[in-house]
């Protein structure tokens, strides 16, 4: 890519740092009255991790995206800053600078991947292995001794004093599965069925692999309590069926099952159920007054509701009220300061990264990576919405967190890892064609 180009993104990268710098400042003023003493040191931390991910990716992946790494820093740093505001709110579990450290690791994992992954391609050789290694990391936490249950879901792994959530690894090792499984197999279940009114069923011996994954996806909402997880896995093998067959009945289907089984598993399982009430009537006041009920989901709305239009101002808000403001909830405390024009910036920018990955599976010239970049791309918009639609009631609180703003290690470590594949499969649909080196001689002998 030309300098010119490289340069611009330098820019845009600079002025992320900038905006959180300047939001880091407003923080301050609007608690203290003065810039935080801390700002110069969390300034040049975060813009010495960004200008270390430049450097990587200009040396081993000059032709990617140059959009991709700004805007990944920007909604990264906007979550430091409201972590370093809810600590200063007195939340002892929130701290900007732990999330600052996983940052850095995030940004390690990121250039490792870039690094060591010349040819994104060479996954596709190891389908099955993903696959399976992905199916073992969502079963760990059911392990005796290691596996923890945390605020009523088994998604954690513990080793001594420290804990990772495996499933958000787990969504990358079966992403590459899907890409290619669906690679190998699209031709046979692109192949249609009987027709039932105006959609083109698939055959019955297909149904196979949809069955499996809806199995597994609902074991984890069962067994693991992890509606998130679960939601996630299945809705992006149907999204990436659909990309590889182009047939709406698969999406139909795909809708129908998980509908019918999370209803099936709520009559069954009194927690699954629990957590369908806690949706569809959280005004009520026996839930809000429940141990594990409403109160987290309404405090969460009564945020956003006092933020308005504009919100109050960074500062003067009351995050601290929302329990887990810095981590499942930090998108509402983001709200109540920021205001709904925040919280569609701040929307923008998400939809800005999966726009930049989709456009990379566009530009794809392979299958395999046209599927993999669509799905990581999938993932990525699914989780924000799945975010976004629990705390707003759209749909059931599914515990996910949201991508690089919130606190915690696993997930900010797993969506860098995410980010290093796009931007790998970006560079090698930007970068032109090899020329052929034609021999001067033998071409003018040819035109004589």
């Not at 040819?119 to 936490?141: C, E, K, N, S």
């Not at 933020?307 to 995050?319: D, F």
């Not at 456009?359 to 999938?378: E, H, I, N, V």
């Not at 599914?398 to 690089?404: A, E, I, M, R």
């Amino acid at each position: 890519m030309t300098a010119k180009r490289r340069g611009a993104q330098l820019g845009m990268l600079a002025f992320a740092v900038l905006i959180v710098m300047g939001a880091y400042a407003g923080v301050g003023l609007g608690i203290n009255g003065k810039v935080p003493s801390g700002m110069l040191g969390y300034g040049l931390g975060l813009g010495g991790l960004m200008l270390a991910a430049y450097l990587v990716l200009a040396k081993w992946a000059p032709w990617a995206d140059p959009l991709l790494l700004p805007l990944v820093t920007l909604v990264n740093g906007i979550g430091l800053v409201m972590i370093y505001r809810i600590e200063l709110a007195g939340e002892h579990l929130a701290s900007a600078a732990n999330q600052l450290m996983w940052t850095a690791l995030g940004v390690v994992m990121f250039s490792a991947t870039l690094i060591a992954l010349r040819d994104h391609r060479v996954l596709q050789r190891f389908t099955y292995t993903a696959g399976f290694a992905g199916i073992a990391l969502l079963v760990l936490p059911m392990l005796p001794f290691i596996g923890r249950e945390i605020n009523g879901a088994r998604i954690w792994v513990g080793i001594g004093p420290f804990s990772i959530q495996p499933a958000e690894f787990a969504k990358l090792a079966l992403v590459v599965f899907f890409a290619g499984y669906l690679v190998a197999k699209r031709d046979v279940l692109a192949l249609a069925g009987r027709r039932l009114l105006f959609i083109d069923l698939p055959r019955a011996r297909d149904l196979g692999p949809v069955l499996i994954t809806w199995g597994i996806s609902l074991g984890v909402l069962v067994m693991q309590k992890d509606l998130g997880s679960s939601l996630l896995l299945f809705g992006a093998f149907v999204a990436m069926l659909y990309v590889a067959t182009q047939r709406t009945s698969w999406v139909l289907i795909g809708i129908l099952l998980f509908v019918g089984g999370a209803f099936l598993a709520g009559q069954i399982f009194s927690h699954v159920e629990a957590r369908f009430n806690v949706w569809l009537h959280a005004e009520d006041p026996a839930l809000y007054d429940a141990g594990g009920g409403s109160f987290q989901l309404m405090q969460g709305m009564f945020a956003m509701g006092s933020g308005g239009i504009l919100g109050t101002g960074l500062g003067q808000g009351y995050p601290y009220k929302v329990p887990l403001s810095f981590s499942d909830f930090i998108f509402t405390a983001t709200g109540e300061e920021l205001g709904l024009t925040g919280l569609m910036a701040i929307l923008m920018v998400y939809a800005l990264i999966v726009e930049r990955g989709l456009r990379t599976a566009l530009a794809a010239r392979d299958p395999f990576t046209k599927l993999l970049a669509a799905g990581l791309s999938f993932i990525l918009a699914w989780q924000v919405f799945i975010i976004v639609g629990g705390v707003t009631r759209l749909i059931p609180l599914t515990g996910l967190v949201t991508p690089f703003m919130s606190a915690g290690g696993s997930a900010l470590l797993a969506n860098w890892m995410l980010i290093a594949l796009l931007v790998r499969m970006s560079d090698a649909a930007r970068r032109p064609p090899p020329q052929a080196i034609q021999d001067e001689g033998l071409t003018q002998v040819m035109q004589r």
